[in-house]
């Protein structure tokens, strides 16, 4: 009995250990197997229609399509610029052109009094006249922006290089004041008529991008206060048109536009708007 014993139980053993050996692959098999189910319920219907043999690739690329839409949610949640755009319909952009002039520090006085930032367009020969006022409206956070040398609409636009060839020129002198190379544009008289397609192209190809406006508040024509109600009026029909475009304003750095500036500011604060710069990383306001 001893020696059948001895003989039968490491049989035993060894069956039953084998036994086991086998339940627990069969349950890690079992585990294995489960631990996909989450990953396949997680997936839209759209995914579990498809073939097996399809799931892999559909799964990646649903994966891939969420962390792209979570890539971007991140990017306008954190990018401050997009946030000037899209978050607020109560930002405006103050664009003045054709300057800087004599008069820029009076404009820039207003500016630093309502703690307003705003958009300079400017041209080589007056960056040149007016070198302290560049400096100044550089230091005080305003942003810089080239209009060409010229503002003669038969030379300005006269060929496919010279748009391009006088903001290369604007893009130096104004370089060689503040150090700056700014890549923002906007063609004398807007891109509408006068900019060709050959001449968007060479712009573009220069890193120039050009910007147009969405209020032109007419201050080249009214030459006085009237500038002021016409832009709020514009505002007011803005926002029922077309409240998701940037409100970019068209102003001129001129006398007349700088004496009721302080008067626009004001009634603008009092409806609520805040003020912004525009920048490289904006998609730019292009007339069509
Ligand atoms: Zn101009």
Not at 104 to 126: D, I, R, W, Y
Not at 133 to 155: C, P
Not at 183 to 193: A, E, M, N
Not at 267 to 286: D, H, S
């Amino acid at each position: 009995m001893k020696k059948v014993s001895k003989k039968k139980t490491p049989y035993n053993t060894i069956l039953l250990s084998k036994v086991i050996g086998l339940v627990l692959l069969t349950l890690f098999l079992f585990f294995i197997w489960d631990m996909s189910k989450p990953h396949l319920q997680a997936t839209n219907g759209q995914a579990k229609n498809v073939a097996s043999s399809d799931f892999r690739d559909t799964s990646i690329s649903l994966k891939a399509k969420d962390q792209s839409t979570r890539t971007l949610d991140t990017h306008f949640k954190t990018n401050p610029n997009q946030q000037a755009t899209n978050k607020t319909n109560k930002t405006v952009f103050l664009t003045f052109d054709d300057g800087p002039s004599a008069t820029s520090n009076q404009l820039l006085n207003v500016l630093k009094a309502h703690h307003v930032k705003a958009t300079f367009f400017m041209l080589g020969p007056q960056i040149q006249a007016h070198q302290s006022a560049v400096k100044r409206l550089y230091q005080e956070g305003h942003q810089l922006g080239l209009h060409g040398m010229t503002h003669d609409i038969n030379l300005f636009y006269q060929n496919s290089e010279s748009p391009a060839n006088e903001m290369r020129e604007a893009q130096r002198i104004l370089a060689s004041v503040t150090g700056v190379y700014s890549r923002l544009v906007r063609t004398p008289f807007g891109s509408v008529p006068n900019l060709t397609y050959h001449q968007k192209v060479r712009l573009n190809q220069n890193g120039f991008i050009y910007w147009d406006w969405t209020i032109d508040s007419l201050d080249w024509r009214y030459k006085n206060s009237q500038y002021v109600p016409e832009v709020l009026n514009q505002l007011q029909m803005f926002e029922k048109n077309k409240p998701w475009e940037p409100k970019v304003i068209l102003m001129h750095d001129q006398p007349s536009t700088t004496n009721y500036l302080d008067s626009l500011i004001i009634q603008l604060k009092a409806r609520g708007y805040t003020f912004a710069v525009i920048n490289e990383t904006m998609p730019p306001v292009q007339h069509e």
